[in-house]
């Protein structure tokens, strides 16, 4: 089972990036999922997370209104649409799989597959 993010790297401030995460080995069509983020020293803080049919989302306050978060469970993929970037956005970014199906928590304790990030860099 494994879940890879992709799509980060190096853009500058007030542009787009669009993150993917695909996943491999089950299906999590049936799993809420999420997009955390990390800098050095800091714990991970959510960022948006999505129940298992995309009819729910949840934002951190930090991105809503620029960020969106969507699946495609066909695909078993799972995007984030990053617009507006800020240079406070640059972070390694993780995507997970809940244990539960509803709901878009931003309580990490609740998701138990996690990939392995991707690194967004925003210049100013």
């Known amino acids: 089972v494994q879940l890879q993010a992709s799509g980060g790297g190096l853009v500058q401030a007030g542009e787009a990036l669009r993150l993917s995460c695909a996943a491999s080995g089950r299906t999590f069509s049936n799993n809420a999922m999420g997009w955390f983020r990390q800098t050095p020293g800091r714990e991970r803080e959510f960022v948006a997370g999505i129940s298992w049919r995309g009819g729910r989302t949840n934002y951190a306050e930090s991105v809503k209104g620029r960020f969106t978060v969507s699946r495609d469970n066909a695909k078993n993929t799972m995007y984030l649409y990053m617009n507006q970037v800020k240079p406070e956005d640059t972070a390694v970014y993780y995507c997970?799989?809940?244990?539960?199906?509803?709901?878009?928590?931003?309580?990490?304790?609740?998701?138990?597959?996690w990939g392995r990030g991707t690194l967004v860099t925003v210049s100013s």
């Open positions: 997970a799989a809940s244990r539960y199906s509803s709901g878009a928590s931003f309580d990490a304790s609740q998701y138990t597959y």
